[in-house]
């Protein structure tokens, strides 16, 4: 309640969280919002521009543009939130074993995290991609083998931090089981640094599907998803540009989106931030007013 309350005073925090759940909802439901079907091919409405009944136009195939957009948010956002969902939930569960319980535990989890972690993450997506094929699943397949490690190196080490704390070594000496202490104890104030790396790693995901389906190892043809909407429309990038400012668009906006949230949730979680951030903005100010009597004194 505390974190909604911090969250409710950030206006870009709460309009970046009013576009992500009205994007998620778009994608939800887009077979009722939708105007048209996305896969119907029109050959005489052919790079049609835009007009009432098809507000974006038509792409190459005669296809809405505007429908195609609403499905692509199912693959370009949440299929990608699904797969971030899994990787953080498998981070999550290695993470508390290895900061919670340490010892033999902790180094078999890391050394592991760390054989991962040596991969480039493109590398090793491409080489997946090469051995299982091209498509949507297989790519979030390679993003959960490479991302749970990470997610799982973070949460280790939020939870070392409250580990040995004085409660939690109070409740193991009154008899306490572990499951109790870490539900009670721990993940209550880690979630904080899980929600904040959760929010902000969604962006680059987001950035990856669409990068890996602009390269055409994506989401298979007819399906809508962003990168391959780009990818249809860069043929006609210089005559019909308005093909690829929608996709690209909806891109910048939902990244840029989860982005913001990530920064007001960090605030709203550590409300020291805020106190930082005044302090500062009261510094700034004394220090122009003072530059400014120095210029009217001379």
């Known amino acids: 309640m505390r974190m909604l309350r911090n969250l409710s005073k950030d206006k870009v925090g709460m309009v970046s969280l009013i576009i992500i759940a009205a994007v998620m909802m778009l994608g939800i439901f887009a077979p009722v919002v939708a105007p048209h079907n996305p896969l119907e091919v029109n050959m005489k409405l052919r790079y049609a521009s835009p007009s009432w009944e098809y507000l974006l136009g038509n792409d190459h195939l005669g296809r809405c543009v505007l429908s195609r957009l609403i499905y692509g948010i199912r693959p370009s956002v ?5 797969a971030l969902v899994i990787s953080v939930f498998i981070g999550a569960v290695l993470g508390f074993i290895a900061g919670y319980f340490r010892g033999a535990a902790d180094s078999v989890i890391m050394r592991i995290c760390d054989v ?3 991969f480039p993450v493109y590398a090793v997506t491409l ?8 498509g949507l699943v297989n790519i979030l397949i390679a993003f959960i083998l490479m991302k749970w490690a990470w997610f799982a190196r973070i949460i280790r080490t939020s939870v070392m931090q409250y580990a040995e704390s004085e409660y939690v070594k109070f409740s193991k000496a009154a008899g306490m089981r572990h499951t109790s202490i870490i539900y009670r ?6 979630f904080s640094d899980i929600a904040v790396i959760s929010s902000s790693s969604i962006s680059s995901m987001i950035m990856q599907i669409s990068g890996l389906s602009f390269l055409g190892l994506g989401i298979k043809a007819p399906n809508a998803e962003w990168g391959m909407m780009l990818n ?5 990038m210089f005559t019909r540009p308005e093909l690829m400012f929608a996709p690209g668009l ?8 989860f982005n913001f949230l990530s920064d007001s ?4 979680l550590d409300p020291r931030l805020t106190r930082l951030s005044d302090k ?3 510094h700034a100010a004394l220090s122009s007013i003072k530059l400014r009597e120095k210029e009217v004194a001379k």
Not at 232 to 236: C, F, H, S
């Open 78 to 82: 949440l299929w990608v939130l699904v």
């Open 116 to 118: 991962m972690l040596s």
């Open 127 to 134: 080489a997946i991609v090469g051995i299982l094929g091209a």
């Open 185 to 190: 104890h721990i993940i209550p104030v880690t």
């Open 232 to 236: 249809e429309a860069r043929e006609v």
């Open 250 to 257: 909806a891109i910048i906006i939902i990244v840029s989106a």
């Open 265 to 268: 949730l960090q605030v709203a």
């Open 280 to 282: 500062r903005q009261k």
